[in-house]
Every structure is written in C-alpha cells, then in structure tokens.
C-alpha cells in the first residue's frame, strides 16, 4: 500500500560532495560528443596550482603613491612602472596611484606573484600586465587584503587589447588564502589569455563586462567568488578550438549577480562540486514573452494554444541571461545551487547529465535545456517557477527528486535546436523543436511531482515509463492534457497518476505490460483527493490534487488484467474491472480504439476522448 499527499514545491534536502584535488599536468584532454564529455580530472590542476608557500626573503617589490622600489635586480623600474623580466618569486606590497606593473620575460620563465597587501590603481591601463611568460602564480598571502582597480579607460600600448586590471597573456593561477578586490568599471575583471586556474582565495570583482575571462578554459579548484558584472560572473570562449573555452569547477562559493550568464563555456562546463547563488537578467521576472504554436494534441499548429509568461524583448540582440551555459556539454555532478534567472536557468547545446546535487531553480525559461540529450541520474531538483522544466530532444529520468511548477510543459522532447545558445547574441530566439521520431521521454526511476499549465509530459516522439515514481497536475484551460505523445505511449513499471483536463486527455498504447486506466472524474476542485483501491479495499493509490482537474491516469504494478478497481475522485467514485482491450488499426493517443471511463477500464487502453 501506498498513501501519497503531496505538495509540488518542496522543500528538498541539502546535499553535496567533498571537493577532490585532482593534480598533475594543466593541459585537460577532453574527448567531446554531442551527448557526453569524457575529462581526465587529473589533469585539471598542476601540484605547484595547490602550493600557495614562497620564500618570505624573496625580493621584494614595493609601492609607495607615485614611487616604486625593488631589491632585484630582475626589476626594471622607470618611474610608476615596473617590469619584471626574469624567472622568480615576488613580493608585492604598499600602494600605487597611478602606474603598472608589467611582467615582460622568456617564454619558459614561472614566475610567483606575492601580493601581501597592495593597492594597485591604473588611470588609463591595467595595474598588472603579464605580457609575457610561461606561466604566473599569483599568491595572495595569508591575512592579506589586495586590491586591483581602473578608471574604467584603457588607452593601449601594445597590439594587444588590454581591458582588465589583471591582464595575462600566458597561462595563470590564482591560489593563496588572503583576498583580492578587482574595480572594472569600464571592461572585464580578470582576464587570461591562455588556461586560468583558482585553487584558493577569496575573491570580489565589480566589472562592466565578465568578471573571470579566459580563452582556453577556466579551472577552480577552491575560492569564495563574489561577483557583480555587466556580462558573464565566468566566462571561457575559444572561438577556433571547440575543445577549449571550458570550464571545470571542483568546489567554491559563488554569489553571482550579472546582467549576462552566471557560468559559460563555449565548449563543455562540469561541475563536482560548490555552493552557487547566481542570479542573472534580473532574475525570473524578466523572461521573455513566450508565444508558442506547437503544443497541445494534434502536433504542430494546434489552434489556439499560445501561452504567455513574463515580458522583455524577443529581439536577436536580447543579452543571454542564463544561469550555466555550455556550448558542447554540461555535466553537473554535486552541489548547491540557487538559481534566479531570466533566461534558460542550466542550458547545453549539446547534452546535459545531471549526477547529483541540490537544485532550486525558478527561470523566465526553461529550468534544463539540451538540444540533445537531457538526462538525470540522481539529485533533488526543485523548480518552483520556469516556463517549461526539462526539455531536451531526449529526457531521461532514472533516479533523483524533481519537483516543479511550468507556465507550460513538464517535460518536452521534441527534436530541433533552441536558439538560445551560442548561434549569436540573441538568448531568446524561438524554440525550433518539431515532432520527431528521435524525440523521446524515458523514465526508468525517480520521483517526480509535475504542475503545468501545458502538458505534464510532452513527448513528440514516444513516451516510456519502467519505473519511478511520477505524478502529473495538468491546469490547461486548452489543448494540452497531462499526458501528450506523438508516437507510442507505453508503461511496463512504475506508477503513474497522471490529472488534468479531459478534453485531449491520452494514456499508454498497447505495448504496455502494466494495467492502466484512463478515467473521466467530472469537474473536480483543486485540493480533491484521488485513491485507487483494490477488489479488497486496499489502498494502492492516494493523492490530493493540487489543481483543478476532469479526468485521471493511473497506473501501478498491482494494477492487473481480471481484477476490479475503484477510482473515487472526491465524491465521485468509478468501479471497473481491468480487461485486456483490442485496439483499433492505426489507432492514435486520444482516437478511437479503447475504453475511458466506463467499467472495464483498459491496460494501456487508447482511450475516446471524454465526452
């Protein structure tokens, strides 16, 4: 026996993993697909990344207003402007007005960056400029507080664009337990040429555009990030070699609040682990008006069913306001994340694989989104306000705890790709999903709690349930139903209540194994209590439905052929005897070719529509 009751935003519990330290070389090797990424973490992170120790008697180099003094010889100073040309460690302290410091040495040259308690400031150029080395460790020392900042003008001095307090054309690593403060009014906050590693630090960056940039890709290991930008909290773009511009994040505390993506990568982003507050666009309520014309039975086109959310513009030059955005991949493997997002609140233009973690999401759009594969393995996931919830042209769900509320579809698969990825500036082109045989929702685990205002479950292709747990509240005044699939609807395990209007109401075909039954319950209130029992009395089924609804779907693995069932909706109550149903040739979900609501029922019946 089962008793179920309900609500659809829960309260879900906190999880999270332990960071690992994965260490050795710095160059990732990642082998990418359409669906999946394969990274060999070991790489992510060099040993000398973790080591944030130097030698206290390194030379040193001082800041005094307007004077610079070094003890190295290394050090060449030319009035506010300071150029380190050889391999070593530095110490940094004291104050700058106006000036740079220039890290200008071979190519094969590792040089260690102490900031112990200095205050650089650039009128018109960045503070730091590593314009040439192998690789800079920046080390905040313990107890320090540092700070990088500029007017907001980068007059340039090279051919290079230089638009950050912290400019590196080489490979970079921040690590180090003291703090760093970046002002960018007028550009981004750290840039770095090459591959960007944190390992440690905490962090504060206001800047005009991105906050973290980096070319090749972007690798935290450890830090307390928090962010205010006119563009992306972190970004990574490659824009010729689609392996890099990634982004691989082991653990952190991230408070993002940015006019653009919280997190992107124009190749793949995985998450291990962290504590991720993001909000982007201004947050749900600046989402997009959403007409759409494709949902509902009958396929693409269905008169009349258009369905709004909140307004902003539709235009292609709409500022991407996602939460994590992956041009390839996006692997989410543990940790805590609240999301407040106008666009998409975790995107991929390839797969999205949801491993584990803790989600609240509440998006202007969808709250997953793959343009191919969106599967879910485990993890609690709570969506109590987003456009549609997991839309991919493939949804899987085998294990974890979803919960959400959709202005439109629960889960959508359909085929065709959403243009709010990386084809341009525009994050809120219209979805070009159609129906498509690839297209398909599998469920084989998990517990999921469904409220929409389109369909619960919205399938273009076909529509598969062998386990789990999944119960589905359908509002629509329209054309949408609780259950809506193109292609074959079949049920072989699990359990299934599925409520909402009667008018295209649909249940699974007859590939089924499991006993279903479609049911017309006339007019029940929001709140009315549906429960199944058996011949005996026995309770299989209880749910209080939280929306108003006509007719019910229900479906568990005591529901058997030959035996005798009573659905009692409020104070309506149904009694049918489950019964093998011969279907009609060709017979298509809502058509003609079972029984609904009649004694008798069906086992995976396809059923008339409701009178």
């Not at 060449?76 to 890290?103: K, N, P, R, W």
């Not at 503070?127 to 340039?156: C, H, M, W």
């Not at 049920?491 to 479609?518: H, N, R, Y």
């Not at 779907?553 to 009573?566: A, D, E, K, R, W």
Request: proline share 3%.
């Amino acid at each position: 026996m089962k008793v179920w009751t309900v609500s659809l935003c829960l309260a879900l519990l906190l999880s999270g993993c332990a960071a690992q330290h994965p260490q050795n070389s710095t160059a990732p090797a990642a082998t990418t697909s359409p669906d999946a990424v394969t990274v060999d973490t070991s790489q992510m992170f060099s040993d000398r990344d973790w080591d944030d120790s130097y030698d206290a008697n390194a030379p040193a180099i001082t800041f005094d207003s307007a004077t610079i003094t070094t003890t190295s010889e290394a050090v060449v100073v030319d009035g506010s402007t300071a150029t380190i040309t050889q391999e070593g460690t530095y110490i940094l302290s004291g104050s700058l007005t106006d000036g740079t410091l220039f890290i200008d040495a071979p190519d094969t040259a590792k040089i260690q960056l102490v900031l112990n308690g200095v205050t650089l400031y650039s009128e018109s150029y960045a503070p730091i400029y590593i314009r040439e080395a192998d690789k800079v460790f920046l080390t905040l020392a313990p107890g320090s507080e540092n700070t990088l900042s500029n007017s907001g003008t980068y007059t340039q001095q090279d051919d290079h664009n230089v638009d950050a307090p912290l400019f590196c054309r080489s490979d970079l690593t921040l690590n180090g337990t003291g703090s760093l403060t970046v002002t960018s009014p007028g550009g981004h906050g750290i840039v770095c040429k090459d591959e960007l590693a944190i390992t440690g630090g905490t962090y504060t960056v206001t800047a005009a555009s991105h906050g973290l940039s980096a070319n090749d890709g972007v690798c935290v290991g450890a830090g307390t990030f928090t962010f205010t930008t006119g563009k992306d909290g972190i970004q990574s773009q490659h824009d010729e070699d689609t392996s890099l511009g990634y982004v691989y994040l082991a653990a952190g505390t991230y408070n993002f609040t940015c006019d653009g993506d919280g997190i992107s990568a124009s190749s793949w982003l995985t998450v291990v682990d962290g504590t991720y507050s993001l909000t982007c666009g201004g947050g749900n309520g600046n989402g997009r008006t959403h007409t759409d014309t494709t949902m509902g039975m009958g396929g693409p086109g269905f008169p009349g069913s258009t369905t709004q959310g909140s307004t902003t513009d539709t235009t292609e030059d709409t500022t991407s306001c996602k939460g994590l955005k992956a041009g390839s991949t996006l692997t989410l493997e543990g940790g805590t994340f609240t999301l407040d997002t106008a666009d998409d609140a975790l995107h991929a233009n390839g797969g999205v694989t949801v491993k584990g973690g803790t989600y609240q999401l509440s998006t202007g759009d969808d709250a997953l989104h793959a343009d191919n594969a969106l599967t879910v393995l485990d993890g609690d996931i709570s969506i109590p306000q987003c456009y549609e919830g997991l839309e991919g042209l493939t949804v899987t769900v085998s294990g974890g705890r979803i919960a959400l509320v959709s202005d439109d579809d629960g889960l959508n698969a359909a085929g065709g790709q959403d243009q709010s990825g990386f084809g341009g500036p525009g994050s809120f082109g219209q979805d070009n999903f159609s129906s498509q045989s690839q297209a398909s929702i599998t469920i084989t685990g998990g517990i999921l709690y469904i409220r929409s205002t389109g369909d619960g479950l919205d399938s273009n292709g076909s529509l598969t349930v062998s386990g789990g747990e999944v119960y589905v509240s359908c509002s629509s005044n329209g054309a949408d139903s609780a259950l809506d699939c193109d292609g074959s609807a079949v049920i072989t395990g699990g359990l299934v209540v599925a409520a909402g209007p009667s008018q295209m109401a649909q249940t699974f075909g007859s590939s089924s194994t499991q006993g279903s039954a479609l049911l017309s319950v006339g007019n029940q209130q929001a709140n009315t209590t549906i429960t199944l029992t058996d011949a005996d009395g026995a309770t299989l089924v209880s749910w209080e439905i939280p929306a108003a609804y006509a007719s019910v779907v229900v479906s568990c693995p005591q529901m058997t052929v030959g035996n005798g069932y009573t659905l009692t909706a409020g104070e309506s109550s149904t009694t049918f005897t489950l019964e093998d149903i011969v279907y009609s040739s060709g017979g298509a979900m809502g058509q003609p070719g079972g029984n609904m609501g009649q004694p008798g029922g069906n086992m995976g019946g396809q059923g008339n529509p409701i009178p």
